[in-house]
């Protein structure tokens, strides 16, 4: 009989033997996905002692094949982060170039030196950083530390963004060997849509809210097409900000002016003595009148604003024109 004790004898030594946390060992989850693609990504596991947090680092790294070093910042120091980073370094020169994983017990016991120490090897690949922590990380990891899960996202955005369908789809790529969950990716395509797209081409936003639909319906793997299509699509739409530009010149016009009266001719005489109140007076309904009328819709003290500016595409260009044949009527 082994003299190990009981706890130590009945650590998972396979993924497979550990029960329960589906939302992520479950099949489809993040960490059974980033096994079988082979890529693993740094993350911190958040949760109250004894769940797990420690062997299913040490199985991750056994199912991968990776070296694993273990710190805790009880008692550890910069000293002891950078001799792991080392470690890591040599130790990829007789693996292939693969990181070691740094699993660090109670992370949020390390100050902001010695968590910024760890920033460099985390973002050149040197280590796969896995954190363990009882805190909540937002609070006791600091922010560069955990925005490095936030630097794939950016890179894939930005890429849309710049019209680049070829990095979109590698970024997205990177982004599901990892483990992100495909409503996430879905969702900031949502907000891309509108946000970097608009009115330059609306039908982006419809494909993108059907693409969100879609992929919960569908699910991994099927619905990493989904997501290509979509990216790919958004890539080579034409762009514009001309919509969010818009609302916040608006908001920042009500933050600056506060709450200005409406206009009685556009309120609604809703009863007798609203009416009698001149509620909807000389309202020019726009369907009696052929083409756009004059009339005005925004409150006096700043009738004279513009908070939408047509962007330089095909479709804003005859927003552009309307809005000048309107302004010479």
């Not at 982004?175 to 395509?189: H, L, N, V, Y």
């Not at 989904?226 to 608006?250: E, G, M, R, T, V």
């Amino acid at each position: 009989m082994s003299n190990a004790p009981l706890a130590e004898r009945m650590r998972p030594k396979k993924i497979s033997d550990f029960v329960g946390q589906s939302h992520l060992l479950g099949e489809n989850g993040p960490i059974v996905r980033m096994i079988k693609s082979g890529v693993l990504s740094s993350f911190i596991l958040w949760g109250p002692p004894g769940i797990g947090k420690t062997s299913l680092a040490e199985v991750l790294s056994l199912e991968l094949d990776l070296p694993f070093i273990k710190l805790s910042a009880i008692n550890s120091g910069v000293k002891d982060i950078r001799d792991a980073i080392e470690q890591s370094q040599k130790k990829g020169i007789f693996s292939g170039g693969k990181p070691s994983v740094l699993f660090i017990d109670e992370i949020h016991r390390f100050n902001k030196s010695q968590q910024d120490s760890l920033l460099e090897a985390v973002e050149k690949g040197w280590i796969c950083l896995i954190g363990a922590t009882t805190e909540n990380p937002s609070f006791e990891v600091v922010s560069a530390l955990l925005s490095r899960a936030e630097v794939l996202i950016s890179a894939f955005i930005k890429s849309i963004r710049g019209s680049n369908p070829d990095a979109a789809v590698y970024w997205l790529a990177r982004m599901i060997a990892a483990g992100e969950k495909e409503t996430f990716i879905a969702r900031r395509m949502l907000i891309l849509a509108s946000e970097d797209i608009g009115g330059a081409n609306p039908t982006a936003l419809v494909l993108a809210n059907a693409t969100f639909d879609a992929v919960q319906k569908i699910g991994f793997p099927e619905s990493r097409i989904l997501l290509s299509q979509c990216a790919i699509y958004l890539a080579n739409s034409p762009k514009s900000n001309a919509s969010y530009l818009a609302i916040n010149a608006a908001l920042e016009c009500v933050k600056n002016t506060g709450n200005l009266e409406v206009p009685l001719h556009l309120r609604n005489p809703s009863s007798k003595v609203s009416k009698e109140m001149g509620y909807g007076k000389d309202y020019k309904y726009p369907h009696n009148y052929s083409g756009i009328i004059q009339q005005q819709y925004l409150p006096q003290e700043i009738s004279s604003l513009s908070f939408y500016s047509p962007g330089d595409n095909l479709r804003e260009k005859q927003d552009a024109e309307n809005l000048r044949k309107k302004s010479t009527q």
